[in-house]
């Protein structure tokens, strides 16, 4: 008889941005790519994402997520993984700790990616408020996946264009561990050399981890969902960090060389689709042939 491992399940929390491949039009593939169960709540719905688009819709969804999570505590729904992203407004904080009450419970690992900034600057309508308000969240989660901005901010450090040293790299883990997340992955790190990527510190036993991929110029939208999606369903499901770290790395790094390499327009977003089958194929390889 076939066995089968157990289907882990995660809600994602997060905005739909209806065009430009970000968010859960990139969370809710990329995680079933994973192996994983992809239920959400919506935290907002836009037109576009908010990168190089003009006249973009904008609709607060804040009434909808507790009656959302509700009615799954209503189900007996159980989640193995929370992971949040964009949020609407800083008055989200508290319906987001509501939700939790309401669908995680202490085996629930609590992911925090806080989607507020990028290249020195705040998201649109954002301002130091949200920043407070993420490293509440942060404090709350078990793993947290700031890009060099968002890391920047949460840790008190003063935000750096590349390169980027290891000494202020270093600085950012402590201002980050002070928060007291378990593993901190910080995202668009430029150590120089022409490469660019991702390091991870397990705080509680001090390793560190670092994927690196040729930098390619400007902006890919869309890619610190990617990586933050795919590094969330993968711990979740009980992959360990290095390859987690190295399979949602190789996933980003391959939509954007595709990308690159048809010149699509940056703003669309990333070529992702075109990666997931090798993409599923490293999974295989963390969770054997039937993953």
């Given at each position: 008889?076939?066995?089968?491992?157990?289907?882990?399940?995660?809600?994602?929390?997060?905005?739909?941005?209806?065009?430009?491949?970000?968010?859960?039009?990139?969370?809710?593939?990329?995680?079933?790519?994973?192996?994983?169960?992809?239920?959400?709540?919506?935290?907002?719905?836009?037109?576009?994402?908010?990168?190089?688009?003009?006249?973009?819709?904008?609709?607060?969804?804040?009434?909808?997520?507790?009656?959302?999570?509700?009615?799954?505590?209503?189900?007996?729904?159980?989640?193995?993984?929370?992971y949040s992203g964009y949020l609407a407004s800083s008055e989200q904080e508290r319906v987001l700790e509501e939700v939790y009450g309401l669908i995680a419970d202490?085996?629930?690992?609590?992911?925090?990616?806080?989607?507020?900034?990028?290249?020195?600057?705040?998201?649109?309508?954002?301002?130091?408020?949200?920043?407070?308000?993420?490293?509440?969240?942060?404090?709350?989660?078990?793993?947290?996946?700031?890009?060099?901005?968002?890391?920047?901010?949460?840790?008190?450090?003063?935000?750096?264009?590349?390169?980027?040293?290891?000494?202020?790299?270093?600085?950012?883990?402590?201002?980050?561990?002070?928060?007291?997340?378990?593993?901190?992955?910080?995202?668009?790190?430029?150590?120089?050399?022409?490469?660019?990527?991702?390091?991870?510190?397990?705080?509680?036993?001090?390793?560190?981890?670092?994927?690196m991929r040729p930098e390619r110029g400007g902006v890919f939208y869309g890619t610190g969902d990617i990586f933050a999606?795919?590094?969330?369903?993968?711990?979740?499901?009980?992959?360990?960090?290095?390859?987690?770290?190295?399979?949602?790395?190789?996933?980003?790094?391959?939509?954007?060389?595709?990308?690159?390499?048809?010149?699509?327009?940056?703003?669309?977003?990333?070529?992702?689709?075109?990666?997931?089958?090798?993409?599923?194929?490293?999974?295989?390889?963390?969770?054997?042939?039937?993953?």
């Amino acid at each position: 008889m076939d066995t089968f491992e157990s289907m882990k399940r995660i809600a994602a929390i997060h905005d739909i941005s209806g065009f430009g491949k970000c968010s859960l039009t990139v969370a809710l593939p990329v995680v079933s790519a994973s192996g994983v169960e992809c239920a959400c709540i919506p935290t907002a719905l836009l037109s576009t994402h908010t990168g190089e688009f003009t006249g973009w819709t904008f609709r607060d969804l804040t009434d909808q997520m507790l009656p959302i999570a509700r009615h799954w505590h209503s189900l007996g729904l159980c989640f193995d993984g929370v992971y949040s992203g964009y949020l609407a407004s800083s008055e989200q904080e508290r319906v987001l700790e509501e939700v939790y009450g309401l669908i995680a419970d202490e085996d629930t690992l609590i992911v925090c990616d806080p989607a507020m900034a990028d290249n020195g600057s705040y998201y649109a309508g954002f301002d130091h408020s949200m920043r407070d308000t993420f490293r509440r969240l942060c404090s709350r989660a078990d793993v947290i996946t700031p890009n060099i901005t968002e890391a920047a901010l949460l840790s008190g450090e003063e935000y750096r264009p590349a390169p980027h040293s290891r000494e202020y790299i270093e600085r950012i883990f402590e201002g980050l561990a002070a928060l007291g997340p378990r593993i901190i992955a910080v995202t668009g790190v430029h150590p120089g050399g022409g490469e660019i990527g991702t390091v991870v510190l397990e705080r509680e036993s001090g390793r560190r981890h670092a994927a690196m991929r040729p930098e390619r110029g400007g902006v890919f939208y869309g890619t610190g969902d990617i990586f933050a999606s795919a590094f969330a369903a993968l711990l979740t499901r009980g992959a360990p960090v290095g390859p987690a770290l190295e399979a949602a790395s190789a996933l980003v790094a391959d939509s954007i060389e595709l990308t690159y390499r048809r010149g699509t327009p940056r703003r669309d977003g990333v070529a992702f689709e075109q990666a997931l089958p090798d993409y599923m194929d490293r999974v295989r390889g963390i969770f054997g042939p039937r993953a």
